[in-house]
């Protein structure tokens, strides 16, 4: 069974650049989607962003000009870049495990616990 | 970008009750319809795919209904432990995937 479990600092700074890793255990970067998502306090989900093994990306049009996403395979892991942070970026960040078979494209069947980052001086 | 939009956004309903969640999408989304829990401190779960298939581990008074822009996720005889929010999340034209709003269910 997956096991994804985020890890990054929990505190960035405004104008800075949020950092984040997910490492994946139980189970290949193959055959699946990586995705980002994220909950504001209180708020509901937002999806960010995925990545795939080969390194293939697509981002939410919302977030897409100050997104990264990356893959290591070597180390079984992938990761998120966002730049020029404001509070409005503060969030639990996930990552998720996303189907990208033909019928079921898109689902996130498997979650990791979730890291707080909070953007403040 | 498909909206998706939960009502109602929060619904109280007594133990052994029933609950309906529903999710209306801005344009069809075929079945392509997902539900998730989250408990509080806790990640969503995959709950329901395919609008009414329950995915590993979801009880069988979980039931998903509907197709096209109207779904309904239905929990016949709620137990404590169903006190969670619900999302409802569409997954037939993305990018964006995008998610509802969220529904909180309170046990009275």
């Known amino acids: 069974q997956v096991h994804m479990k985020e890890s990054g600092p929990g505190l960035v700074k405004p104008s800075e650049t949020l950092s984040l890793t997910c490492q994946v255990s139980g189970g290949s970067l193959n055959d699946y989607y990586w995705s980002w998502i994220r909950q504001p306090p209180g708020k509901g989900l937002e999806w960010i962003g995925y990545?795939?093994?080969?390194?293939?990306?697509r981002y939410n049009p919302s977030l897409r000009s100050r997104v990264t996403t990356s893959a290591d395979t070597s180390k079984n892991q992938f990761s998120l870049k966002l730049i020029s942070v404001t509070a409005a970026d503060t969030a639990i960040y996930y990552c998720?495990?996303?189907?990208?078979?033909?019928?079921?494209?898109?689902?996130?069947?498997?979650w990791g616990q979730g890291i707080p980052v909070t953007v403040s001086s | 970008e498909i909206v998706m939009t939960q009502s109602p956004a929060t619904l109280s309903v007594s133990p052994g009750e029933r609950a309906t969640l529903f999710c209306r999408a801005s344009q069809t989304v075929g079945s392509s319809l997902a539900w998730y829990q989250q408990k509080p401190g806790q990640a969503p779960r995959l709950l329901m795919y395919?609008?009414?298939t329950r995915a590993t581990a979801t009880p069988a008074r979980f039931i998903g209904s509907g197709s096209g822009t109207d779904f309904t996720l239905t929990i016949t005889s709620l137990q404590s432990e169903d006190c969670a929010v619900y999302y409802c999340?569409?997954?037939?034209?993305?990018?964006?995937?995008?998610f509802g709003q969220g529904t909180r269910l309170e046990i009275k």
């Open positions: 999340q569409q997954y037939d034209n993305w990018p964006p995937i995008t």
């Open positions: 990545v795939d093994h080969s390194g293939n990306t």
């Open positions: 395919a609008a009414s």
């Open positions: 998720a495990r996303t189907l990208r078979d033909y019928l079921y494209s898109g689902i996130n069947d498997s």
